[in-house]
């Protein structure tokens, strides 16, 4: 069974920094690309970052301008998010989610981390 | 990019059929096959329930069916049931990956 759990959330002060972790199981993690997806509470979904199977390839939404960072240890079967210089609007829900082989849709989704940037 | 323009909502009978429309332009679901939906029950992760435009993952009911037409994707959900209702947004990749601004579906 495929399973993605999300850690590292919580609350932080605006201009802080937060690294979200994924550990991923029941499937041959290396394969896949990854992604995050970031929803603020009551909005739509957005594409944030996502990375390939050896991490040597990232791609990131509009809105990222540079803050946040995408990687991944397949070792240990772990995906992350470096989120830095938080700002309140950063505030929202981060889901883990896989990409399917071969084709694009998004099939298996974390549970997601909250992170609220406040003072 | 804007995002997929989805109506906000829309709301049905038990039994009856809906269809959430998702507009967006022919450089994204005019272009390809790779249109996705997925329903969100609050606060929940969102769930697939339909890809490659008109494919049902396992374990979906055959209540829901997709199409496109144009620039335009759809979601039918017939014979409504009280736990259809939830947000439903759907999913583009042309190069981009671009989600609509969401329906929340009622039954009445």
């Known amino acids: 069974e495929v399973q993605l759990l999300e850690s590292g959330g919580g609350l932080v002060q605006p201009g802080g920094s937060l690294r979200l972790s994924c550990a991923a199981s029941?499937?041959?993690?290396?394969?896949?690309?990854m992604h995050w997806v970031r929803q603020v509470p009551g909005k739509s979904p957005i594409f944030f970052a996502r990375?390939?199977?050896?991490?040597?390839?990232?791609n990131y939404g509009d809105s990222v301008k540079g803050r946040f960072t995408i990687s991944r240890d397949n070792a240990k079967n772990a995906l992350y998010l470096d989120l830095n210089s938080l700002r309140v609007e950063d505030t929202a829900v981060y889901y883990c989610?896989?990409?399917?082989?071969?084709?694009?849709?998004?099939?298996?989704w974390g549970q997601g981390a909250l992170v609220t940037v406040s003072s | 990019q804007s995002a997929l323009t989805q109506p906000r909502s829309v709301s049905g009978s038990p039994g009856q059929s809906v269809t959430i429309y998702c507009t967006g332009t022919s450089s994204d679901v005019g272009a390809y096959k790779y249109v996705s939906w997925y329903q969100q029950y609050p606060g929940q992760a969102p769930k697939l329930v339909i890809y490659d435009v008109t494919k049902r993952p396992s374990g979906v009911p055959d209540r829901f069916s997709g199409s496109k037409s144009g620039n335009t994707a759809s979601l039918t959900i017939s014979g409504l049931q009280a736990d259809d209702e939830a947000d439903y947004y759907c999913l583009s990749y042309g190069g981009k990956w671009l989600f609509g601004g969401g329906t929340t579906l009622t039954v009445l």
């Open positions: 029941g499937f041959t993690f290396s394969n896949f690309w």
């Open positions: 989610v896989r990409e399917t082989s071969g084709s694009y849709f998004l099939d298996y």
């Open positions: 990375i390939n199977g050896d991490g040597s390839s990232t």
